[in-house]
């Protein structure tokens, strides 16, 4: 269950839209989630909406107008190792959909299971273990 919340500067086309949230989702699928577990938001601001620092941490060039600012919350206790290939796997599909990877922040939040509902108004299932 990773929510993606993907927020950007507005003016990006539908098509570009769809080019990114299928990236995030076939790097979701990679990184082992189910491909029917698909959740993700887009939210786009005005220029003047949205302010980083073009260049931290030391990049090795300034981010672009196309930068990506992603949240992906996930369910507590999911390992580093799994957040890390989430994360390269994020990294890889984006570039193949045209964003640079320079362009691409991502911020991991954890949320316990015991606090959401995926729907029909009961709690979400504690996560298998295999």
Known sequence: M???TVTMKA???ADEKNAISRAIHAASVKAGYPEDD???RFLCLEPDDLKVDLN???LPKPRTEKMLMIEVLVSSGTDT???TRLLATLVEALADAGTDPNDVMVF???IDRASSSFGGGRLAPPVATA
């Open 108 to 110: 991991f939040g954890e």
């Open 38 to 40: 698909m959740f993700q």
């Open 56 to 58: 931290y941490p030391g």
């Open 11 to 13: 003016g990006r086309t």
């Open 2 to 4: 990773p929510l993606f």
């Open 81 to 83: 190792a799994r957040k």
